[in-house]
């Protein structure tokens, strides 16, 4: 294990017995270990070692364990102190915590004893590592890209992004319409080391037949009827970053061929040119189809489909993720509320809402609750504000109250476990928890106190003391 992934842990002390008995626990931890016989040499050691932890005396030379608590608190707030002293005094102690520090200890100390506060603020150091990165992940998928959802086929898709985000492997995403296919492709680009260069999406299902050839890799003047100047293509637009293909299956056969001598040779030769150009891109292409049927059917070359099924992304519809519908629900409804208040949802409305089967997946469902926001009267969405086609897909009518009751009941239920489930994953943090719903902190804390859902014993933000 190397010093970057240890708990970094300095003990300051003037007694060198001391210092080594520290030092020889750190180490049966596995923390990588320094030492300090005075608070002045130690805040040298902060500008270059940045402990995680520490353990000073109380009592030293000029500086003591207090003042260098305040400098360490300043300097690295992250940091957990501890003090340690040999007079007891409560009360000094006391002003310790009240300063920041973690804990104290009393000389002489058992070896178990210090063992258990050093542990307890290691494990504190690791809980805020941890939901730091996770807020920093979450922050990056929710709010650059709109990837809402706890499910755990959504969850394994973010997860694929992550491992794919540093290469330059060719990336086939597969998936129905409406699926966020697009939004996978963004989050792969901007959350990798290329995200400040260009990203160009493509849609080949759009492009005019004729112009195809000239959209994507340019044309010269004079190249054909109207080409008064020289055009750079999308694929020159994109060098050095990352061309987005949607919907692939839709090029020609011609221009399949040609994709190919690009993603092979890196080259390309725009439309009346005998010259071709250097191009460094990365492909990810997307399709509704099923391309290994196309090119058995002779509709996709089959060194092509090769070609870009380096790796393959399956996105899943809507109906394989209906988990996530409250929490897409919710996300959509803040995103369209023009009111200070969240618009809420009524449990008829979202029972409809989890009957259907959503042909048009996530996209269909944000056009569906953009049109309730509209239609709506800015409080509750209800069954009357949803699309026809939703309305017929519904059950029956519930015939008694207790009926519909129960019903409310069951989908409340729902909403209440998926909320605990997603504060499980991120440990209590209501900031991650309200990123991976999709809503806002508003929300949140409205459900969380409309369910009673108690989650103090896990809120890293308390831990954090933020």
Same mark, same amino acid.
């Given at each position: 294990?190397?010093?970057?992934?240890?708990?970094?842990?300095? $003990?300051?002390?003037?007694?060198?017995? $001391?210092?080594?008995? #520290? $030092?020889?626990?750190?180490?049966?931890?596995?923390?990588? #270990? %320094?030492?300090?016989?005075?608070?002045?040499?130690?805040?040298?050691?902060?500008?270059?070692?940045? !402990?995680?932890?520490?353990?000073?005396?109380?009592?030293?030379?000029? &500086?003591?364990?207090?003042?260098?608590?305040?400098?360490?608190?300043? =300097?690295?707030?992250?940091?957990?102190?501890?003090? &340690?002293?040999?007079?007891?005094?409560?009360?000094?102690?006391?002003?310790?915590?009240?300063?920041?520090?973690?804990?104290?200890?009393?000389?002489?100390?058992?070896?178990?004893?210090?063992? &258990?506060?050093?542990?307890?603020?290691?494990?504190?150091?690791?809980?805020?590592?941890?939901? %730091?990165?996770?807020?920093?992940?979450?922050?990056?998928?929710? /709010?650059?890209?709109?990837?809402?959802?706890?499910? @755990?086929?959504? +969850?394994?898709?973010?997860?694929?992004?992550?491992? =794919?985000?540093?290469?330059?492997?060719?990336?086939?995403?597969?998936? /129905?319409?409406?699926?966020?296919?697009?939004?996978?492709?963004?989050?792969?680009?901007?959350?990798?080391?290329?995200?400040?260069?260009?990203?160009?999406?493509?849609?080949?299902?759009?492009?005019?037949?004729?112009?195809?050839?000239?959209?994507?890799?340019? %044309?010269?003047?004079?190249?054909?009827?109207?080409?008064?100047? !020289?055009?750079?293509?999308?694929?020159?637009?994109?060098?050095?970053?990352?061309?987005?293909?949607?919907?692939?299956?839709?090029?020609?056969?011609?221009? +399949?061929?040609?994709?190919?001598?690009?993603?092979?040779?890196?080259?390309?030769?725009?439309?009346?040119?005998?010259?071709?150009?250097?191009?460094?891109?990365?492909?990810?292409?997307?399709?509704?189809?099923?391309?290994?049927?196309?090119?058995?059917?002779?509709?996709?070359?089959?060194?092509?489909?090769?070609?870009?099924?380096?790796?393959?992304?399956?996105?899943?519809?809507?109906?394989?993720?209906?988990?996530?519908?409250?929490?897409?629900?919710?996300?959509?409804?803040?995103?369209?509320?023009?009111?200070?208040?969240?618009?809420?949802?009524?449990?008829?409305?979202? %029972?409809?809402?989890?009957?259907?089967?959503?042909?048009?997946?996530?996209?269909?469902?944000?056009?569906?609750?953009?049109?309730?926001?509209?239609?709506?009267?800015?409080?509750?969405?209800?069954?009357?504000?949803?699309?026809?086609?939703?309305?017929?897909?519904?059950?029956?009518?519930? @015939?008694?109250?207790?009926?519909?009751?129960?019903?409310?009941?069951? =989908?409340?239920?729902?909403?209440?476990?998926? $909320? +605990?489930?997603?504060?499980? +994953?991120?440990?209590?943090?209501?900031?991650?928890?309200?990123?991976?719903?999709?809503?806002?902190?508003?929300?949140?804390?409205?459900?969380?106190?409309?369910?009673?859902?108690?989650?103090?014993?896990?809120?890293?933000? @308390?831990? @954090?003391?933020?």
């Amino acid at each position: 294990m190397t010093d970057d992934f240890r708990i970094r842990f300095l $003990i300051v002390d003037d007694q060198q017995s $001391i210092r080594k008995l #520290c $030092i020889a626990i750190g180490n049966t931890l596995g923390f990588a #270990c %320094h030492e300090a016989e005075s608070a002045e040499s130690a805040l040298s050691v902060l500008e270059s070692a940045s !402990p995680d932890i520490v353990l000073v005396d109380l009592r030293m030379g000029e &500086m003591g364990g207090i003042e260098f608590l305040e400098s360490v608190k300043r =300097l690295l707030p992250r940091t957990e102190v501890a003090i &340690m002293t040999g007079y007891g005094s409560i009360e000094t102690a006391v002003q310790a915590m009240k300063l920041g520090a973690y804990d104290y200890i009393t000389k002489p100390f058992r070896v178990e004893e210090l063992k &258990m506060v050093l542990q307890r603020m290691a494990d504190k150091v690791r809980l805020v590592a941890e939901n %730091h990165f996770l807020r920093e992940r979450v922050n990056t998928e929710m /709010e650059l890209h709109g990837i809402v959802g706890s499910s @755990a086929k959504i +969850q394994d898709v973010l997860r694929m992004v992550g491992r =794919l985000k540093d290469t330059r492997t060719p990336v086939l995403i597969c998936g /129905e319409s409406g699926t966020g296919k697009e939004l996978v492709a963004r989050a792969m680009h901007f959350r990798g080391g290329i995200s400040k260069r260009p990203f160009v999406a493509v849609d080949c299902g759009s492009l005019v037949p004729t112009l195809i050839e000239s959209e994507l890799f340019g %044309h010269e003047k004079g190249a054909f009827t109207g080409a008064i100047r !020289p055009k750079q293509g999308l694929f020159q637009a994109a060098n050095g970053g990352t061309i987005f293909l949607d919907e692939i299956g839709e090029l020609p056969l011609d221009l +399949q061929a040609k994709l190919l001598r690009v993603l092979q040779d890196k080259l390309v030769r725009p439309v009346g040119s005998n010259h071709s150009e250097k191009v460094d891109v990365r492909v990810i292409a997307a399709t509704n189809r099923d391309l290994e049927a196309g090119y058995k059917a002779g509709t996709f070359r089959k060194d092509l489909y090769f070609r870009l099924n380096v790796v393959t992304v399956y996105l899943p519809s809507l109906r394989e993720r209906k988990s996530d519908i409250p929490s897409l629900v919710q996300h959509f409804l803040d995103r369209y509320s023009t009111n200070k208040h969240s618009i809420e949802i009524a449990p008829a409305a979202l %029972h409809c809402l989890l009957q259907y089967e959503w042909p048009g997946n996530v996209r269909e469902l944000e056009n569906c609750i953009e049109r309730a926001v509209a239609l709506g009267d800015g409080e509750l969405i209800d069954v009357d504000d949803l699309p026809p086609t939703i309305q017929a897909s519904a059950p029956k009518k519930i @015939a008694s109250a207790a009926a519909q009751s129960y019903d409310s009941n069951d =989908l409340e239920d729902i909403e209440r476990a998926t $909320i +605990q489930r997603v504060f499980e +994953q991120v440990h209590g943090d209501k900031l991650l928890a309200g990123k991976m719903l999709g809503i806002s902190r508003a929300t949140l804390y409205r459900k969380i106190k409309r369910y009673n859902i108690d989650i103090a014993v896990r809120d890293s933000a @308390a831990v @954090a003391g933020e």
